[in-house]
Each structure stands twice: as C-alpha cells, then as structure tokens.
C-alpha cells in the first residue's frame, strides 16, 4: 500500500450478491481457527476432555444430528422470512447491508465471550470499547468527554434524562448538605444552575460526594417533577416517552414542540413554549433536538436553538440540552477532516471532491442550516449515538457521548473512595451506565469498524455521502418523475421535503383525488403489497415500509404535502391522519449512476405493477 491509496467501501460489504463472500470468509475462518488454537494453548499439556471414545457413542451422534437439523431448520426460517434489506430494491425501514469488519468483529469476540460489565471479566474489549468512546469524543469534538456503547439508542436517551435529572437536582441536595456552597440562591435559582456550575460544586465537594449524591433525585430527597418540563421537537422517538416514565419526570412533563415545513422543530414554537412555562414559574429540566429524526431523516436547527439557549442563560435560565443523533450521529464524520477538525464551509467542496465523497460534483448539500447544525453539536452536554444504526454495525450497539467526562459523578454507582485508592478506572463500566453484564462482541463490532473507516471524511464520511447521495438520486427521480401512468390513470407522487439526510418519504395519489381517506388507503395497500408482510416476498420486486403522520403527533405540518397534492385543509381536520411511504436510503450503492439505472426502472415497474392492482 503506498501512502496515495484511499479507502474503498465496496471491499467492506458483503454485497448484494455476496460479491465479497471469498474475502469474508477466509477472515472469519482465520478467526476461529486463531480461537481454536487460542483454548489449545493455554495448557497443551492437558488431556483431550472430549475424546474419540466420547464422540463415538450413540448419544453423542444422535446430539450433533439434532443439532445439525435444528440450525437446517434455523436457516430455512431465516432465509424465507428475513428482510432483504441486502438489495438495492430494498427502500424501507432503517435495515441494512452490515459492515464487514462489524459483522466479523462480532463473530471474532464472541467466540471469547467477555463481559465489558467490568474490565476484568474482558480486558481486550473494555479497552476497545474505551477506545470506542474516544472516537465518539473525537466525532463530536468533545475533548473532555466520555462516550460509551449501550444496547440501544433508546437506553442511551433514558441515560441522558438520567444525567440531567441528577444534576439539575443537586443544588437542592448542596444546600442541604454544603449550604455555603449555594448561599443567598433561591430555589428558582438552584432550579436554574448552569450544568457546568453543578458539575464544579460536585468536585469541590469530593469527599461529600456520595452523601450529596444520597441527597440528589435519586433518593427522591427531591421531588422529580419539580425539576421541570422536558421538551422534545414533536418527530420525537418513543423512546423519550419510555424515559420520561421510567425516570420519574411524568409522561405529562414530556411537551412536544411543533415542527415547521422541514419537520425540524420551529423555533418560534420553541421560543414561546419556554417562556410560557417560565412565566407560570415552571423550570425547563431539558431539552432535545434531534439530528437525524426516524420518521423523515430532519435534522433541527442546533445552532439556533444553542443560540437561543445562550439568551436565556443570560437571564438566569438554564437546562439541560441533549441531542438524540441515534440515527443521524455518524453523518458528522463527512464534516471532519483527516485531523478531525471540523471543515470550514468554504473548503468542504474541496475536501468532499478529493474524498471522492459525491459522484456528482454538483451536489447540493449539505445547506447551509444542515451545516450550521453538525458544527454546532459539540456544545450539547450528551448526544445518543447508534453505531447499529449510520455505523452499519450489526445490532445490538447504540452508544452515548457525553461531554465532560465528570457529569459520570452523578449517576455513578461507584464509592468515591475507590478513585482516592487510585483504583484502575473504569474498573467497573456497570457503575457509570444502565445496564450491566454487556457484551464485548458488540464493543470489539463498533471496534473493528472504526479502525478500518475512521470517524471522518476519509472513512465513515465516505460511506455516509454514499447513503446521501443514494437518497438524494432517489429524491430527484420522484420530483422528476411526478406521476406515473396506471391503467389509464394518473397517479401522482409527491415527496414530502428535500432530504436533510438520506430519508425520502412520499405520498402517492391518484389524480383528481381530495379524499384523504382514500389517498390513505392507496398508499397503505400499496405499502401492503410492497412490504415484508406482503404475499411472496421473492416476487417482490420493490420493499419499502411506511409512516403515518397524525394530528395528535404532528398537529398541522402535514398540511403542506397535502396542499401540493390538492387535498383540502378540511380533509385534514376530518381524517387527522397521513399515511406515507418511507425510504431510508441506506444501501451504500444507489450512489453509483451506474447501479441506480439499473435498479430504478425494476422499482418503478413494481410500483406500477402494484398500483394497477390498486387503481382501477
Ligand atoms: C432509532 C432511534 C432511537 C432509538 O434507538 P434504538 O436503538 O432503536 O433503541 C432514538 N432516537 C432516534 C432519533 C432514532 O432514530
């Protein structure tokens, strides 16, 4: 390899064909056999346990056929049932092709089977998944932070509200047990502390931590729902409801925040919500903007909503501010460069074209709010991360990053005498994170992964624009396309914004047509043909999922999409729902001009095969 070589993903996919089947399993043959050899060596000198003699018994032949018929049946499950997300026919859910080095990386350490619950039950991936966090930091420009994996982007939003319910609840534990430390402050004020205040008073008082921490919302010497409300654009995942539950702050004090035509949080919704809470003298607890939202792919205005935030600390208002970028976190690695600085604006041009980021040139992303956004990420106190989601890294691996390394002092589980003892940390991972036993096969997954692509435009990055540009191909196909031609019919397709990301959502409907009720029913029974669920999916020439938008979640940002598909505001009053298809572009080679014209007529001949179906 000479020093001009760049990386090519192409080596690092399976394929859809399993193009790439002879590489892959020649690694995961070397890492058994490395495994096999690995339990030989440790005593050689010792027997065989499982000899000739007990292999060739009866029962021992009969347990291995059963075996064998079990996993002849495991796979038949499998392969007739599976989504077949490994096509570029596939444009549905946020399933897709896996990386290699994440799915080998897996089956490698699982062989070894290690806990990361604590470092001596798996010192090779506890090291992997520290590492791990340091990329995360180094994404996120977070040099004084501390990033983990969890299961799960949902347990990493539940970690956030965690963090923030602890620590907006230590001043009232600081005045009960260090009063000087908060002296003259009214409540409103230690309800409005700025985080990084609570984190310093915390580490003055080291040798009081543990009573201070006996004193905070965990032990409820705190009412919980006094801390205040916990706002989240109205795209929010489920999962925030789960955490407002689980934690204690009340699903009630979970408030949506309306969107505008983006779907990214309006932030004059935002501006008057907070100060309508503020005058009734109800603190904010937190607040969440979403990179990256599940349904459509939005990403909200960070800068503008930290700017925002600015100008309330300036007035004595403080909250918590977490980003759940579980789906949208990798796609900051195209902003950075080989160093990972954030590219300035003016060379990301240059940088995108010398990556080979686009096959076209042209391109029109990121803009400029887009941009405005990713750079401004690193302000936030925690940002949710999934490597199981943009890091093509098989499940289950979600991660958080938080952004300073001492915010762990208010959930952790750990006796601050252990650090005075110089105790080797993270001795115990389990302390500081939800869960406990966890697996190291997933955090050597995420591992493998980002030491092959690293987590910037010369890696990931080049990945991440692949998914983009794919999104971007199958965006400007369906604004070209506008109808398409079914027994005589019209049927229009509209799609519902320009990409922020890589998701495309669309809504069809048949010319003349103001019925919303109908127009639902069209793309639902065509999601009905097209899905997972649908008759015989190897006929199935086009896979796609779908999403409905209700008045309840969404309140009246559907109205737009429905104008320009000339269906009546009262249609919407009357129906309060909108069904629409949804394509997450994820496959990594819709990109290619080549690969697009060849997959875009077979979907498009799908759909029309279905629709003929449909429209009569
Ligand atoms: C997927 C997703 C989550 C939840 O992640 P899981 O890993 O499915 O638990 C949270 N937030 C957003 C924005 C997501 O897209």
């Known amino acids: 390899m000479n020093n001009n070589n760049s990386l090519d993903y192409k080596a690092l996919f399976l394929g859809p064909n399993s193009e790439n089947s002879n590489a892959f399993s020649e690694i995961l043959n070397s890492l058994f056999q490395d495994h096999v050899y690995w339990r030989k060596n440790f005593h050689p000198e010792d027997p065989d346990v499982i000899t000739s003699n007990v ?284 160093n990972y600085n954030f590219i300035d604006k003016n060379d990301l041009k240059n940088k995108f074209a010398e990556n080979n980021i686009f096959y076209n040139k042209d391109l029109n992303w990121p803009s400029e709010d887009i941009y405005n956004a990713f750079k401004a990420m690193k302000y936030a106190d925690s940002i949710t991360i999934d490597p199981h989601k943009m890091g093509y890294i098989p499940y289950s691996a979600g991660g958080i990053v938080i952004k300073d390394k001492r915010m762990r002092d208010s959930i952790s589980y750990f006796a601050s005498y252990v650090f005075e003892k110089g105790v080797k940390v993270p001795a115990l991972l389990g302390a500081f994170i939800m869960e406990g036993s966890k697996s190291g ?66 809504v069809l409907n048949v010319e003349g047509n103001k019925d919303l009720n109908s127009l639902n029913k069209l793309n639902e029974d065509l999601y009905n043909l097209s899905s997972i669920f649908s008759p015989d999916i190897y006929s199935n020439g086009f896979v796609t999922s779908h999403t409905d938008f209700s008045m309840a979640d969404y309140s009246d940002s559907p109205l737009d999409i429905l104008q320009r598909l000339n269906v009546p505001k009262e249609e919407w009053d009357k129906v309060k729902n909108l069904t629409l298809l949804r394509a997450c572009v994820l496959s990594p080679f819709l990109n290619d001009p080549e690969v697009f014209k060849e997959y875009i007529p077979k979907v498009e001949s799908n759909i029309i095969r279905k629709l003929s179906l449909l429209v009569k």
């Open 55 to 338: 292999k060739n018994n009866e029962n021992f032949k009969y347990t291995l056929e059963k075996m064998k018929s079990v996993f002849d049946d495991m796979s038949k499950r499998l392969r007739e049932n599976a989504t077949p997300w490994h096509s570029p026919r596939y444009l549905g859910h946020m399933n897709s092709e896996t990386l290699v080095p994440g799915l080998l990386g897996y089956f490698g350490a699982m062989l070894y089977n290690l806990n990361n619950v604590a470092y001596e039950s798996s010192e090779p991936t506890s090291v992997m998944e520290k590492e791990v966090g340091e990329d995360f930091c180094k994404l996120m420009e977070y040099p004084k932070g501390w990033g983990h994996i969890c299961a799960d982007g949902s347990i990493a939003n539940y970690e956030a509200i965690w963090y923030a319910r602890n620590l907006k609840s230590l001043p009232f534990a600081i005045e009960e047990v260090e009063p000087e430390l908060v002296k003259g402050k009214s409540k409103w004020e230690l309800l409005n502390m700025p985080i990084e205040d609570i984190i310093n008073i915390l580490e003055l008082s080291n040798n009081k931590m543990d009573i201070l921490k006996s004193h905070s919302a965990r032990s409820l010497a705190t009412e919980i729902q006094d801390l205040g409300v916990w706002l989240v654009p109205e795209t929010k995942h489920y999962s925030w409801l789960k955490a407002a539950d689980i934690l204690g702050i009340g699903t009630h004090n979970l408030i949506p925040i309306k969107l505008d035509n983006h779907y990214r949080m309006n932030l004059t919704e935002l501006k008057n919500t907070i100060d309508s809470y503020i005058s009734k003298g109800t603190p904010i607890l937190g607040l969440v903007a979403v990179v990256g939202t599940t349904e459509e792919g939005a990403v909200d205005y960070v800068d503008k909503i930290l700017e925002l935030k600015n100008q309330y600390a300036k007035n004595g208002i403080n909250f918590y501010f977490h980003i759940d970028a579980a789906y949208g976190g990798y796609a900051r690695s195209i902003f950075l460069d080989e």
């Open 441 to 506: 096969a997933a955090a050597a997954s995420v591992w493998a992964a980002h030491r092959v692509l690293p987590l910037n435009v010369t890696g990931y990055g080049k990945l991440i624009g692949a998914s983009i540009e794919g999104a971007y191909n199958l965006y400007d196909y369906i604004s070209n396309k506008k109808y398409f031609t079914v027994n005589d019919k019209k049927v229009y397709v509209e799609p519902l914004t320009i990409p922020d990301f890589n998701m495309v959502d669309f």
